[in-house]
């Protein structure tokens, strides 16, 4: 079946623009993450959604960062007034771990990610 | 502050030989470690992941190393192809935890 998507997979902006990403994740997934990826880093956790449970926010670098998630389908990361700090790469992630389900381990299916740069 | 730390951060290994990546970590309530690989241009991929339950899993030509009391994790790759080449990051997370916490990765180059 289909992968995770993310688009746009590049996305330019000047300083002071407002960014919004996209991710689908696989369908029948309750979980879905958000994490940044700056050049020859790890992946710093953002967010994270589990069905219609309140998400935890507590990754989230400042108020510039917000997402949203309606239940369990596409979520929008959106980045108010970027600056240069932003440019990074945004992965989504999803999987099927959580909420009592009986699976064997917590594995989590990246998209491709978004490239964001900002000038 | 880091949670995992993961070394070397770049390493070069011919091909038929062994890779090995070390991570550490300090939070004794950690007890799920995956790996993960990544090509260019891709999201990471889950590769092989163990629970501290245990002190080696082996899937194929990847094996996890865990110690429990140096709090210390490895991935060896045995009879690395180049088709290895890529980054390699370790995590950790814990039971009723959200995050997942990941190492800043070791590039990974297998030289024909």
């Known amino acids: 079946g289909a992968g995770v998507s993310q688009s746009p997979s590049n996305k330019v902006t000047e300083k002071g623009k407002d960014v919004e990403l996209r991710c689908d994740p696989i369908?029948?997934?309750?979980?879905l993450y958000w994490y940044r990826q700056r050049l020859g880093q790890g992946l710093e956790f953002l967010i994270y959604?589990?069905?219609?449970?309140?998400p935890d926010k507590s990754g989230l670098p400042s108020d510039r960062f917000s997402a949203e998630r309606t239940g369990e389908s596409v979520s929008t990361l959106t980045i108010q007034r970027t600056q240069q700090e932003d440019s990074a790469v945004y992965l989504c992630?999803?999987?099927?771990w959580g909420q009592g389900r009986r699976v064997r381990r917590n594995e989590q299916f990246f998209g491709p990610g978004t490239r964001l740069t900002v000038l | 502050q880091q949670q995992v730390k993961q070394s070397p951060q770049s390493l070069i290994v011919q091909k038929g030989g062994i890779s090995i990546i070390n991570c550490a970590y300090e939070?004794?309530?950690?007890?799920?470690f995956p790996w993960y690989q990544q090509f260019p241009g891709k999201g990471p991929a889950l590769l092989i992941a163990?629970?501290?339950?245990?002190s080696e899993k082996k899937e194929g030509r990847f094996t996890i190393s865990f110690n429990k009391s140096a709090k210390q994790f490895s991935l060896h790759i045995m009879d690395s192809q180049p088709g290895d080449s890529a980054t390699y990051f370790c995590?950790?997370?814990?039971?009723?935890?959200?995050?997942?916490?990941f190492g800043t990765g070791t590039s990974l180059t297998v030289i024909p």
């Open positions: 939070n004794t309530a950690f007890d799920y």
């Open positions: 995590a950790a997370s814990f039971t009723g935890g959200n995050q997942f916490y």
């Open positions: 369908s029948g997934h309750t979980a």
């Open positions: 959604f589990q069905g219609n449970s309140a």
């Open positions: 992630a999803s999987s099927d």
């Open positions: 163990i629970r501290p339950d245990v």
